[in-house]
């Protein structure tokens, strides 16, 4: 039986950020001044996550997905899937901005890697530079391809998706692109609307309603045909007769999915987050350095479940209110 909060949500899915580095300065996600790290030794050792892991397994979570900062900057990511791999999850999942991804992918592969979710903005050179302030976009693409190679596709076994962040007057022109792309290659392009969080100078005017971007797909590729998405998915999905993949739209501003939440979150310093927007939080790492039982972390896990809201605030409550910033969470 999994745990369940106050509002009958079973929580079967573990979101593990694996550090609070990252080879790339994304404009909403990374404060323009950078983040002060948290010290090496306050962060989660290999032991301490694949142990963390195994006692939520025990409770009924079947899906982790290794999130940051970005993931593969984590010397040992491979090493982390592969003891992850080994804890019989239905899925084990990966978000990753795709810059280290090529090499490594293999031998995530090998280690049970089932779901991989690769984050791309943009398709032009020039605006990938202007919103991850670093070169790099034929990497990710180059990655990507290796991924289909791979068996990554969302007709599969394994699925694929790339992650838009949609925002106005940067990117918003590009979405019948990116649809044009899910029309003929077996992936899920999932447009996200722009979240708060501190540090990321937030503002609404940036934020692409789901409505919207939807509706520009529409004027150039034709209706869009819903699909019938679980009722703990985060996203809206849609295809089109004849599409190999298809569209999703994460609203978490203008349509939140609360209700369906079945998500706990630890950070790479050991936080357990009951929701991405709640700013309490409970270090389990040091309940593991002060010699808890695995009994006494479910403990600990149940009594913050019990805290959980039913929602989180709308979109203005949450630019003012105090949270990390997201790469210190794991988006
Ligand atoms: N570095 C990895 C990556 O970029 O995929 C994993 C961590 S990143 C924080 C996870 C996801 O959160 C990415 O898809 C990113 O685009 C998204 N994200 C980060 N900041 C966001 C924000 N302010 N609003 C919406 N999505 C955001
Ligand atoms: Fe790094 Fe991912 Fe944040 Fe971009 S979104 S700065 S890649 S953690």
Redesign the pocket.
């Known amino acids: 039986m999994a745990l369940t909060d106050g509002f009958g949500r079973p929580h079967t899915t573990l979101r593990l950020g694996l550090t609070e580095r990252?080879n790339?300065r994304?404009v909403?996600?990374m404060p323009a001044e950078g983040i002060p790290l948290t010290p090496t030794r306050a962060m989660l050792t290999t032991d301490e996550i694949e142990r963390l892991a195994r006692v939520l397994v025990g409770t009924g979570v079947d899906k982790v997905r290794l999130?940051?900062?970005?993931?593969l900057v984590r010397k040992d990511a491979v090493e982390v899937t592969e003891r992850l791999g080994r804890l019989g999850l239905r899925s084990l999942a990966l978000?990753?901005?795709g810059l280290l991804l090529e090499d490594r992918l293999p031998a995530l592969r090998a280690a049970g890697l089932t779901d991989l979710?690769?984050?791309l903005?943009t398709l032009r050179a020039d605006r990938f530079q202007e919103i991850t302030r670093r070169p790099g976009l034929d990497t990710v693409l180059g990655a990507l391809d290796t991924a289909l190679g791979l068996g990554y596709a969302i007709d599969g076994p394994r699925s694929l998706k790339v992650?838009v962040?949609a925002m106005k007057g940067v990117n918003e022109d590009e979405a019948a692109d990116f649809a044009a792309w899910a029309a003929c290659a077996p992936i899920e392009v999932r447009f996200?609307?722009?979240?708060?969080?501190d540090g990321?100078g937030?503002d609404r005017t940036e934020l692409v309603p789901w409505t919207a971007t939807r509706d520009a797909i529409e004027a150039v590729h034709g209706p869009l045909t819903p699909l019938d998405d679980g009722p703990s998915s985060t996203a809206r999905t849609f295809t089109r007769p004849g599409w190999r993949g298809r569209i999703g739209f994460v609203a978490?501003m203008t349509a939140p999915f609360c209700a369906g939440c079945t998500r706990l979150r630890i950070t790479a310093d050991g936080a357990l987050k009951v929701c991405l927007f709640g700013a309490r939080e409970l270090s389990l790492r040091d309940a593991l350095r002060s010699g808890a039982t695995d009994a006494e972390v479910v403990a600990l896990v149940t009594a913050a479940l019990a805290g959980k809201a039913a929602a989180h605030a709308g979109m203005d409550v949450l630019a003012a209110t105090d949270n990390r910033p997201?790469?210190t969470i794991?988006?």
């Open positions: 990252c790339l994304c909403y996600c999130t940051g900062g970005e993931p978000t990753t901005n979710t690769v984050s903005d992650n962040v996200i609307e722009v979240m708060p969080f990321n937030w978490s997201m790469i794991g988006g």
